[in-house]
């Protein structure tokens, strides 16, 4: 849903470049990595658990005076160790699929090309990453952890989008689209493209999965009908679906805590967390700065997982 949200309107393909790569060398938590744009341009920022030390990683900035800026810096994933990062940018043109370290520094590209690459998404070990690519249609691919041996994961026609790498290793999700139909449903498939079987069965619309530690359960946004989106979690069998969120603004971009307590979203331009069972909502930036795209890093500095 991250791409489908920020395009909307038609933004152009053109960016300025304006400064070199590195770190911002500003203060900021590393429990959750999320996009904002508070400072005019799409950009990756951290903070602590609980919404304290926000600062901003990267430093390159796009044109603001051009809709395409919208592209610049968005869907940041930690690498399992939480050394680096992976986040898609289209400042070279067409989105590509770039990895920095978790400071912000040593960013360098691993797609190339003029098709849109994004939503990057890393195996459990760290050595590959599952993402999508608009090459003949949207579908999930995967290349190794240097950008070598890309490849498309399934040779299914219909659109596939947001994949997202089970803990376990065993199964990547997916968001994909009924052929002549604006139904979009879970499926799952292993990594070597075999065993692909649907999970959800909503009848509407379902986007972002974003996998339980334990691997047992999917969070994703889903609506039915012309209601807001809501929040809802499901077994990977495809059994025991229940609704996470009951708010009347539409809740995106699911992201589990390393523990498994806590569910991370995007809301009316914040990011906001809830408890996994669906209690105790917590904002945790101001709406102004239109937030989104929350990644929780699996080893964050002592004491910034929640409790």
Not at 22 to 31: E, F, I, N, R
Not at 126 to 133: E, I, K, M, V
Not at 194 to 212: M, N
Not at 266 to 282: K, M, P, Q, W
Request: aromatic fraction near 8%; hydrophobic fraction near 35%.
């Amino acid at each position: 849903m991250r791409l489908a949200s920020i395009l909307a309107g038609g933004a152009a393909a053109v960016l300025l470049l304006v400064s070199g790569c590195g770190g911002s060398g500003s203060s900021h938590g590393d429990a959750i990595a999320f996009v904002s744009t508070r400072d005019g341009d799409y950009a990756v920022y951290g903070m602590n658990a609980d919404g304290s030390d926000q600062g901003r990683l990267t430093d390159e900035r796009g044109d603001t005076s051009t809709p395409a800026g919208t592209t610049f810096q968005i869907a940041p994933a930690y690498a399992p160790d939480g050394s680096k990062i992976a986040f898609a940018s289209a400042r070279e043109g067409s989105l590509d699929v770039y990895v920095m370290d978790a400071d912000g520094s040593g960013t360098r590209p691993l797609t190339s090309g003029p098709s849109n690459e994004t939503e990057p998404a890393w195996s459990p070990d760290g050595s590959q990453l599952a993402y999508q690519n608009d090459q003949n249609g949207d579908h999930v691919f995967v290349m190794g952890a240097d950008g070598a041996g890309s490849h498309r994961l399934t040779t299914d026609l219909a659109p596939e989008i947001e994949p997202a790498w089970s803990p376990d290793g065993r199964w990547i999700a997916y968001s994909r689209r009924l052929p002549g139909s604006e139904i979009r449903e879970i499926w799952t498939v292993h990594p070597d493209g075999s065993g692909r079987h649907k999970v959800t069965d909503l009848q509407g619309a379902a986007y972002a999965p974003a996998w339980s530690p334990d691997s047992r359960t999917i969070a994703f946004s889903g609506r039915t009908g012309t209601k807001a989106f809501q929040l809802y979690a499901i077994g990977v069998d495809g059994n025991g679906l229940r609704r996470l969120t009951q708010a009347s603004e539409d809740a995106f971009e699911p992201a589990w805590s390393p523990d498994g307590q806590t569910i991370a979203y995007s809301r009316a331009g914040s990011i906001v967390t809830i408890d996994a069972g669906g209690a105790n909502v917590s904002v945790l930036t101001d709406p102004d700065g239109n937030d989104s795209s929350p990644d929780w890093n699996p080893h964050p500095a002592e004491g910034e997982e929640p409790s």
